[in-house]
């Protein structure tokens, strides 16, 4: 059974890797020209069930071996004050144990080396055009060729080419948080090891962290804007303009930090939105990851929904011999719940992350000073909950992996 994967990036992989072991041929297709490997990105979080997938894939030691080794968080407020805090007493405060953060680059190279010797990857290429019959999908790619394929899983994110082509235009589907998100690497210029340092001002936070595997640092911009703003999410330096006029007014690091996104070869920047869907598969197309249920990056786990639904997604075609019909509406049944939660608790940790009055900003500084110094069972009923435990709640089926079927007796 051939089966088409859009994207390159976690889902996308994840899902291969489970495919071939169950004995079906993926080819993956990837617009960028080349892998998206070293430790660009931002940091990513996966939380206890997608560091369960990884531990069964056997990489967990690896990525924990590549984990972000960040400490503690200081609050630089204006004025030059500042409020330190030990994420480890944070941290502590969580039932999940496995939670383990990430540069996206950094988690992207792990998962193309798994997979590298076993699926095809066409890279510089992407899907233009499907067709389903009967008996499969005829697949025109922008590159002119063509293939035929049993299935097209879209793992393209949350732009998804397939979506737009199978369930229609993005804006039907995509809904707005009301908040941005940048991101872009900087020469470690404060020299900072174990500190992760945050800026707060009304409607926008900035941070910068360090990246101990490149000596280099991540800067990270936050912002809320009252109307959904209209750009390009392909035009880089359209961009840097907008994220430079929301910070304009801004002192602390900004202007510097806005000159080295000037320069970052990695920067990005896109609107924290929900892709909302009935379903996510249609006749022998399904999506995974943010392509099908985003929650919103920056604050919804997308990263620990795509890891889990492209395992459970493999491992329900597994079960039902390729049927692909009744393997996607296990997935979906399997899966929906879980998206519901997350999606459910994102706009709660936007609306709480980025202060929205100077009377926020005064709340946050003051919580955060007794957060510090209260007692630690406290401290962790008071933190129990939320985003973090939505996103740690979902239970894996059983280790054991479902039958294993020859080629010859797969539905095609």
Not at 55 to 66: E, I, N, S, Y
Not at 303 to 332: I, P
Request: charged share 25%.
């Amino acid at each position: 059974m051939d089966i088409l994967i859009s994207g390159a990036g976690v889902a996308g992989p994840v899902l291969a890797y489970w495919l071939q072991r169950y004995g079906y041929t993926p080819v993956v297709v990837e617009h960028t020209p080349r892998p998206r490997l070293g430790l660009g990105g931002h940091a990513v979080d996966l939380f206890a069930p997608a560091s369960e997938v990884m531990d069964r894939m056997g990489l967990l030691p690896r990525l924990q071996a590549a984990r972000v080794e960040t400490s503690a968080l200081r609050y630089e407020l204006p004025g030059g004050s500042s409020i330190d805090v030990d994420l480890r007493d944070i941290s502590e405060a969580f039932a999940d144990d496995r939670h383990l953060e990430i540069m996206r680059g950094d988690l992207a190279t792990i998962l193309q080396d798994a997979t590298a010797d076993r699926v095809e990857y066409r890279f510089g290429d992407s899907i233009a055009a499907l067709a389903e019959d009967a008996a499969g999908i005829d697949v025109t790619f922008d590159s002119g060729r063509t293939g035929r394929f049993d299935l097209v899983l879209g793992a393209d994110g949350l732009h998804s080419a397939v979506r737009r082509l199978i369930f229609g235009p993005e804006d039907e589907l995509s809904h707005h948080l009301g908040g941005y998100l940048a991101v872009g690497t900087l020469p470690n210029y404060r020299e900072l090891t174990t500190h992760t340092v945050l800026y707060n001002a009304v409607d926008r936070i900035a941070a910068m962290y360090p990246v101990a595997q490149t000596g280099q640092a991540r800067a990270v911009f936050l912002f809320r804007h009252p109307t959904e703003l209209v750009y390009d999410h392909r035009d880089i330096d359209a961009q840097r303009r907008l994220l430079r006029t929301e910070y304009r007014n801004e002192g602390w690091e900004i202007p510097r930090l806005l000159d080295e996104m000037d320069r970052a070869d990695d920067f990005y920047l896109d609107a924290i939105s929900q892709i909302r869907m009935d379903s996510w598969s249609r006749g022998r197309v399904s999506l995974v990851g943010d392509a099908g249920y985003a929650p919103g990056p920056a604050v919804g786990g997308g990263t620990t929904l795509a890891v889990v639904g492209a395992y459970l997604l493999a491992r329900a075609l597994a079960e039902a011999g390729g049927a692909h019909q009744q393997a996607f509406t296990v997935y979906e049944r399997q899966l929906r719940d879980y998206v519901r939660r997350c999606r459910e608790a994102a706009p709660g940790v936007l609306r709480r992350g980025i202060p929205r009055s100077r009377a926020h900003l005064r709340f946050n500084a003051l919580a955060t000073r007794l957060l510090t110094r209260m007692p630690a069972a406290l401290r962790t009923r008071l933190l129990a909950g939320g985003a973090s435990s939505a996103l740690s709640s979902f239970a894996l089926p059983d280790e054991a992996a479902p039958p294993e079927l020859d080629a010859q007796k797969r539905v095609g």
